[in-house]
């Protein structure tokens, strides 16, 4: 099991920034990659940034240039740097985090959720 808790979201005028952090537990060692996903108010929950196990980092194009998603192991966090925010990044924003285990010939896969954290870009 892993669990994970996001901080950092809030209120914050066009143009600001913020950063969201990811505190993860458990058994952290199965993990391979971890996401931030948004859901804004009446829409579907999308994909924002990926990071898996080798640092390599992936990003949609609604914010690829503005934001930066990167992994502490030793503090067993993820965070999300929000820059140059818009209206339209207004959102709830989750942490994905995906485990694999079984064995080689028959893995097993996993996906944990956080709670949410809001964020809220206006003036």
């Known amino acids: 099991q892993v669990q994970l808790v996001e901080s950092g979201g809030g209120l914050v005028q066009p143009g600001g920034s913020l950063r969201l952090s990811c505190a993860a537990s458990g058994s952290l060692g199965s993990i391979f990659a971890m996401s931030w996903y948004r859901q804004a108010p009446g829409k579907k929950r999308e994909l924002v940034a990926t990071?898996?196990?080798?640092?390599?980092?992936a990003y949609s194009d609604s914010v690829k240039g503005r934001f930066t998603i990167s992994k502490d192991n030793s503090k067993n966090t993820m965070s999300l740097q929000m820059n140059s925010l818009k209206p339209e990044d207004v959102a709830d924003y989750y942490c994905?985090?995906?485990?694999?285990?079984?064995?080689?010939?028959?893995?097993?896969?996993?996906?944990?959720w956080g709670q949410g954290t809001q964020v809220i870009v206006s003036s």
């Open positions: 990071i898996i196990s080798d640092g390599t980092t």
């Open positions: 994905n985090a995906q485990s694999r285990g079984g064995t080689r010939a028959n893995p097993t896969y996993d996906e944990y």
